[in-house]
């Protein structure tokens, strides 16, 4: 079966963001990020290393990781591995020579429209988060 040219976009990203969330574990021992800011127990913002740096918002996080920033929200249950067009979009535009065609926000959405209506991603039913997620076969 042939490869969606949005996969390998999606797959790099969900390795960074698995990067940056293993860093701000490894840093603040624990899963629970949004959990230790909201309860002061660590600032908005701050460094994770010399060359690495975070900032929470909302019910995500931006981290500036090896000179680009992933941008991601946590999902339902913390999970690190949701995806939506904006958030691969603003990816994309970190590494605009790589991913130059995506780039283009009005092409990425509807390869993106495209790549739901395989059934390669689905939003968890129940859940109030606005996040896709791989389905497995």
Not at 46 to 58: C, K
Not at 76 to 92: C, E, H, K, N, Q
Request: net charge positive; proline share 4%; aromatic share 14%.
């Amino acid at each position: 079966m042939k490869t969606h040219p949005l996969e390998i976009l999606i797959s790099e990203y969900l390795a960074q963001v698995k990067k940056a969330t293993d860093l701000l574990e490894r840093s603040f021992g624990t899963k629970n990020i949004l959990g230790m800011w909201r309860s002061k127990k660590i600032p908005q913002r701050g460094s994770l290393t010399d060359h690495t740096t975070y900032e929470l918002h909302g019910i995500g996080c931006r981290v500036y990781l090896s000179g680009i920033c992933i941008d991601f929200d946590y999902g339902p249950d913390g999970r690190v591995d949701g995806f939506d067009p904006w958030r691969l979009y603003i990816y994309a535009c970190e590494l605009p020579r790589k991913y130059k065609k995506f780039t283009n926000k009005e092409y990425l959405e509807s390869e993106f429209l495209e790549y739901l209506k395989l059934g390669k991603a689905n939003k968890i039913p129940g859940s109030m988060s606005n996040l896709y997620f791989i389905q497995h076969e």
